[in-house]
């Protein structure tokens, strides 16, 4: 069995790690440890975690996270590069935070305003790469990892394929995409009351400020072998989970439907997780939720010139937590697909 | 492996089933039938069940669903009967439907209007019986099982403890209970649009009317020892899945908190799924979504002579398809809990 | 003109008074005023009222209150009673808090755990006494006015008829009410975020403790003439507004459905926001939503001797800003329901 | 006093015509038409319209509309041009479907696939012409009206100040639109359940064949003086009224953002209904619920060179029966605002 701690086990990305683990046939859950929360039962935080209810968070450091084979870090951004330094090299660190997602230095300091603490592998195992390969290999045997965020996760796999294929233009895609409200994390705002956002959409990191940009524009260039350009809006959703993505980008001249068709699916046809649905049907949300699937669809606009990609994941699982597991399963040599599931809750 | 048939796949109990059956370590998923679905994949119905997606539904007939182990029966009312007849007494067929409920035939009709088809054993095994006992052992080696109603599964769960253990007047308990709108099937109506529902409370078949009531109050009779009378109000919420009962009875003259805490917990100490929170601390409807849990609360309001208990369940789960899993597993000797979970999808 | 100052403009209830204030076509809106968000625009805290979204909000002190004809007291229980001795007898005070509202100094220690501040006129004008007349007469040139918690105005018009009539025992009402989550308020709390509400039903206040119980029993006894001992069970609701309020009590021996439902009939047939459906259709909060109706149903169980009555209301018009303004109207001499809507935003 | 029929009156957007009627103060609410529904009271269908609920409504003909000063029709498309034709020219009809939205009957056809019914003049008052002037000027005196479609009024409003300043390019806007069910209508179906959409977000006619694509072509041109081409993807989001629309175009090199401010706020700075939010603030769905506001909020994306506009309506009002009311009036010369209100339902 693999022993896994979490850091920031009340959190919602912590709890859900949970939620996967305890299903998870090689795992045994170790240390769980929290920050304000440090001290009280687990089950005043995530009462669904019935077989964890009584487990007392500790307090995150590395003595408490040290001994176990792998640390899941689901903490503020800023806070994984010191502990995983303190971890040492032979455990496994699966860090859920944004800062060793990025390679490039300068897009993570004009982002997050921090220093650049390191690029680790890139947990997105069904990135087609150009020239061929996959983003698996780079996650085989690995001892850090960099688990995606929620919105790249939709956006890159939703647009991947064009640019694998060169059927797309890289210097002007636009995504919008919809994201439930747990995104925003188990923080009290006024502002994320259920009463605010019942019956509300609304936008926010408008006109390019988000800071999952770089990391869209960073997936899709691996794909497309040249830089990426996107013009990304987030937006929130009156629902718990799940995020649904909209990609566009302009088709090369004389693309063909039946082109775009094949490139999707043939990019994801061996990908057990990645699912371009049956043409005519669209991805919704729901169907994804608490599962690791990503639920695709693309059509060619060939009036306007675009391509058009839709793809919905849940944010916690595929987003998050399902990265993080299916991430530690390939680096550990365990079956990729172990403790998750294809198959959503709905309706 | 146990071959298992569904009929009725592309509703919403069936489906749930289905989504089960795909993670019971024992189970095959055997044939798929519907009614005016039969020959679309089931893919068009419940695209959330991808391993199953390309699966075609067959027509509900004896014939297709002969040559199984176990055949589970999704079907509206009044179906079941001449279906099991013609199956023969081999197969275990499990009843989704309220056909064989009630034991009591006059009730049976005075809420259904059409003959009673007979009585098979309940399955509901976790309920107290008066004198001892739980009603599991009567599901043992069970060729046939009807499945408890959702709403009967919460109210009945909720205020048994207190009616085996002689704290509870049988003549007047109160129950209203709120619905995620999931109960009322997936048949096309305007009353259950999603612009009609959301952002909305209603209540339906408001008193005594429901065919719920005959069932709450044979399962709280089985626990009391003597017949048991209810007023049932049953509410549509806006929320897809869940169930929260809030059940109150009368106690006896000089009943203490301490007795009723005690008797509560006793009750289900030794059950998987049915869970009685620590004190302060209420169910979710939300915290049981997608398993097999009951979350339970009680309180005693010394000062009205009343004891509240509320019991939250998912009404497509510990509501139908878990039951139906949880009775057949019990039927054939395999594991309870086989296909189970008592983790909860949250938030 | 008519000058209203609102204290406590930032919060939700206070906000939902001034948007109704701003249809109201004899009153001019005064002073605003806040504690925490005092020298910020009011379009910060409530953008959707644009006429006023320039407005910044002074703070709450009876120096800014002072020079208007009517003050409305949206603030934290415990701040109403000080502020309004400072105001003076000849300002129209109205306060949406509760700590005018119990003529029981013994109940109110009880359950709010503070000296008693004194009995202000209740503003439930459509409530029916024993022994002929309405509450409403209490209202008219009142110069200090208790508006009714939200839960109390669903409760008590639901019921108010059946005692009033003497058709139901007076000694064992039972209500189960569920609340839309602006009820909890504008405070940022993790329980009551978007991602943990949605989805999900929930009890809270259960046994008897909720503070809403003796004003819900208060309300009752002035119609029945008699004490009223009351089992309420508040639940929260995936909803923003609303509140739907199932309440129960058992009959007189004898009482036919007939009579219950003249009762109902009679009791509001002058009431031009109180609502009783017509046979067969049942409330549902959306109906009400945004407007000051109240929506009624009621059915007699006659198996189990107990009448059941429906009301839904929208929390925080008529359970709060919509009673506020149709107080002042009756106190002032204003046409009732000048401001105030009986159509409700659906769907 | 105005008499104003309506045609269609137990749908979603005849019901909120009439919500809106109630309201106006110099309209008497005349025959009410349906198809199914005629001989059932409008309580039946929409309880919410309390003064109305005991209406009977007429089967819809030119019979029973014919005598009134205007006829609102919310029909379904391909009904309104017969009907117009039978009930002369000096009545003032108002056709809430999209038979006379296009001017180009080339586009029509490609869309709808029917013969094109001839272009009325088109209910977008606010709407910033290429050259000066407003699309206000069409309407004053107008006997015949096209109500634009819900998504075109929030997508051309959106963009049309930077189409009119010359500061965006017209050949690539990308649009992505979200929203509420109330948009499919009042007829029931499998996919637009509760339980389907509760806590879904999807997108449906994708790829360049929603039918509102070439209305926001058109509209944009007219403001851009030019032909516009769009990218157009709606989705369907968990919610029952609202439209968020993000929507992009390149931007002319050289561009910035005070210009991009300048001139989005000139743009509306004398409309009532049309609001730029303050720097900062972006819309949210909830804060125009049934008001005939459009909240507004733009951002320059120098990285990538497009500008970002968010619009958000209600569908039901200024994407419907709004602009239905805001139409009448100023084709009649009533005061523009009269019936309608710029202040939102939130929360």
Redesign the interface.
Known sequence: MVRVAVAGASG?AG?EVL?LL??HPDVEVGALTAASSAGTPL??H??????LADRVLEPTSAEVLAGHDVVVLALPHGSSGPLAAELGDEVLVVDAAADHRLADAAAWEAFYGSPHAGTWPYALPELPLAGGGRQRDALVGARRLAVPGCYPTACTLALAPGMAAGLCEAD?V?V?A?S???G?G?????T?????????????G???VHRHTPEVEQGLAAAAGEPV???F?P?L??????I?A?A?A?TQPGTTAAQVRAAWQDAYADEAFV?V??EG???????????N?V?L?V??????G?V?A?A?VDNLVKGTAGAAVQGLNIALGLPEGAGL???????
Chains 1, 2, 3, 4 share one sequence.
């Open positions: 919602y709890a939620r305890l299903g089950g005043q995530a009462p669904h975690l019935l077989p002007d636009v919008v919809a439930g409200t747990s925003a188990r923080a009290a705002k006024v994320m009351l259920g009463a605010e956002v019942m019956g509300s959409m609304s936008p926010y408008v006109g390019g350009r996107a013009s809006t937006t959703a009156p629902m718990p989970r799940g649904l909209t566009t302009r699912h649905l049956p049907r669209w991805p919704r949300t729901k169907d994804v939720a608490g599962s699937a639920h669809q059509a060619l606009d060939e009036r306007v675009r058009v839709v919905a599931s294809a198959v959503g809750l709905a309706p």
